[in-house]
């Protein structure tokens, strides 16, 4: 399996139709409305004149300060970033996105880590990465890709992995499916029984946690019901207005991220302004966000059968998930190391809280003897 280079390259010609789409931004007239009613017209006002007057091209430097390759995997091109340590036996870590996020979000998390090579992949339909030519997505299959790159591509015997949102399951899967070559794993979403399993469940504290996540979504989930029934209609309006896909995508690190309500602008305490725009011009220009859908419309939801993780496991509960029990964790995750609920850190926890997460990386490498 070859690799090669890349580099991110948006044209002059791309970034004009931008801008000539942000000059007549067409702003919705503000009204008043409960806080869960989506993007304020005013933040969204304000972050597409800082995308016009944006210096794209010093951002674009910063995201080719780090290693990116290619590499053609069954029926996809999969897009990453290689971080590699200058001690050629440090370990190798997997950091995988999920949705809205794309690897760039990532990369701040991985560059505190000089001494693991780290590994930031963008998921097949998601930015620089080619979508499945053939077939539905489904975790077990972005399972076999990951390790594939991971073991075949980049030839590494042993390697941590580490996901979050889309890529929880996937996580799990890959620690439980590969565990001859997985060293540890790294859970700020821990593991969710699948919904058979939890129609068993009889603990006081499990039933309500799953209960209050089913009354939550109720009122918070239309995002994955469209994206999960009606993504190609909601995909033509976002890929065509670019001010549509920046309130659709920050309407999510918003509300997902560690961040009081209110004021959506506290978003930025956690996640900068450059780098949800970063966020935005990935999916704008590689023209993704229909891509993006496939996991909700295709079938990538929690596998009927998912084997418990027997190798050495790290849980970090980010904020959102406070409540999740112990003992899920526990009867999954067979050789828990640590559990702990994180006092600062939601969704996005490696973006939100990079170098308190790092420092955990660090701290339980060296526990289960890696680094």
């Not at 006081?204 to 994206?227: C, M, S």
């Not at 207005?241 to 560690?258: F, N, Q, R």
């Not at 559990?339 to 990079?354: C, N, Q, S, T, Y």
Request: no cysteine; proline share 7%.
């Amino acid at each position: 399996m070859s690799i090669r280079p890349f580099a991110v390259n948006v044209t002059d010609a791309d970034l004009a139709d931008l801008h000539d789409r942000l000059d007549r931004f067409r702003p919705l007239p503000d009204s008043p409305r409960r806080p869960s009613a989506g993007m304020t017209a005013e933040y969204l006002a304000e972050l597409v004149a800082d995308w016009r007057a944006w210096d794209w091209r010093s951002r674009e430097r910063w995201l080719n300060k780090h290693p990116q390759f290619l590499a053609d995997i069954g029926d996809s091109t999969v897009h990453f970033a290689h971080l590699r340590s200058d001690d050629i036996d440090a370990p190798a870590l997997l950091v995988m996105h999920g949705w809205p996020h794309t690897f760039a979000l990532q990369l701040d998390f991985a560059d505190l880590l000089p001494d693991f090579h780290v590994v930031v992949p963008s998921f097949p339909g998601f930015a620089f990465s080619s979508p499945y030519a053939d077939g539905p997505v489904s975790e077990v299959r972005l399972a076999v890709t990951m390790h594939t790159l991971m073991t075949q591509v980049l030839g590494y015997d042993r390697y941590l992995t580490y996901g979050e949102d889309v890529s929880a399951n996937v996580n799990d899967l890959i620690a439980g499916t590969y565990g001859d070559a997985v060293a540890g794993i790294i859970a700020t979403h821990s593991h969710f029984p699948s919904m058979a399993e939890r129609a068993e469940l009889t603990a006081p504290d499990e039933v309500a946690f799953f209960t209050r996540l089913e009354q939550w979504g109720g009122a918070n989930g239309a995002y994955g019901h469209v994206q999960a029934t009606r993504p190609d209609t909601l995909a033509a309006a976002l890929n065509d207005s670019p001010a549509g896909l920046l309130a659709w995508l920050t309407e999510k690190l918003v509300e997902w991220s560690d961040t009081p309500e209110g004021d959506p602008r506290e978003v930025e305490r956690r996640i900068s302004r450059d780098r949800i725009l970063t966020e935005a011009m990935v999916y704008w220009t590689t023209q993704s966000i229909g891509t993006s859908f496939r996991p909700y419309y295709e079938g990538a939801d929690q596998p009927d059968e998912m084997p418990p993780v027997e190798v050495p496991a790290s849980v970090h509960i980010q904020r959102h998930e406070g409540d999740y029990p112990e003992s899920l964790a526990r009867r999954f995750y067979r050789d828990l190391r640590t559990f702990e609920r994180l006092d600062e850190g939601g969704h996005f926890a490696v973006a939100e809280v990079p170098a308190a997460m790092a420092d955990r990386v660090r701290g339980f490498a060296r526990d289960i003897g890696v680094l």
